[in-house]
């Protein structure tokens, strides 16, 4: 099955700068790539997702790109905030309704 | 607009005890349905998921089980709990894409 690994395990961030989130996938057959944030207790919210025909998607302050050649993806969070604090999933699917997640970064925004 | 309800929100269990976790989805027909266990700082497992009535697949070998006996109802169930039975875990559904949204979550405590 599809395998996801997802670096750091932990970020630490000044308010204002970025911060980036990779992942790797094994199946070259995944075709979608969503984002979750998990506030502390909370659940997982889908935040953001590309598709393998597209490279690079942004929404607002985040933005996700992928390389299929090197079966690797990114998250992109600029201007970071204090409410930008949480743990973030990065998931891959081949398209049979299930996703296969990486095990989380832990993002935190220091002010 | 959907919404997924998951009850209860946390449950305190001792070993050997059965287990029922229920999940119900409103406003889609024929949703796919996922359960998902969450250890304390990992990552998210996939148990279970269903694409209709009495179609389970099972993600992961366990002693726990799960059913399906209406459309937008899923239960997961165990008849002797385990220490390592402990975590959140959280309903989830979709429709056609892979967009998955989750429920609220029960925080298990097995003792």
């Known amino acids: 099955g599809e395998n996801v690994e997802q670096h750091p395990s932990t970020l630490s961030v000044q308010e204002g700068d970025s911060a980036v989130i990779k992942c790797t996938y094994s199946?070259?057959?995944?075709?979608?790539f969503p984002w979750y944030k998990q506030e502390l207790g909370k659940r997982p919210q889908l935040i953001i997702d590309i598709r393998s025909n597209v490279g690079e998607k942004k929404d607002q302050r985040i933005a996700v790109t992928l390389n299929k050649t090197a079966k690797h993806f990114s998250l992109h969070i600029t201007e970071t905030q204090p409410e930008d604090s949480a743990v973030y999933f990065c998931a891959a699917s081949i398209g049979d309704y299930k996703l296969s997640f990486g095990a989380g970064t832990t993002v935190t925004v220091r002010a | 607009s959907q919404t997924i309800h998951q009850w209860p929100a946390t449950l305190v269990q001792p070993v050997g005890s059965p287990l029922s976790l229920e999940c119900t989805v409103e406003?889609?027909?024929?949703?796919?349905l996922y359960w998902y266990r969450q250890a304390a700082g990992r990552g998210l497992q996939l148990l279970f998921y269903?694409?209709?009535?009495?179609?389970i697949s099972s993600e992961v070998p366990q002693n726990l089980s799960a059913s399906r006996p209406q459309d937008r109802q899923f239960i997961l169930s165990s008849k002797k709990l385990l220490l390592s039975d402990s975590g959140f875990y959280l309903c989830?559904?979709?429709?056609?894409?892979?967009?998955?949204?989750f429920g609220s979550g029960t925080q298990l405590s097995v003792l």
């Open positions: 269903s694409v209709g009535i009495g179609q």
């Open positions: 406003g889609t027909s024929n949703p796919n």
């Open positions: 989830a559904w979709s429709v056609q894409e892979e967009k998955l949204f």
């Open positions: 199946d070259s057959a995944s075709n979608y």
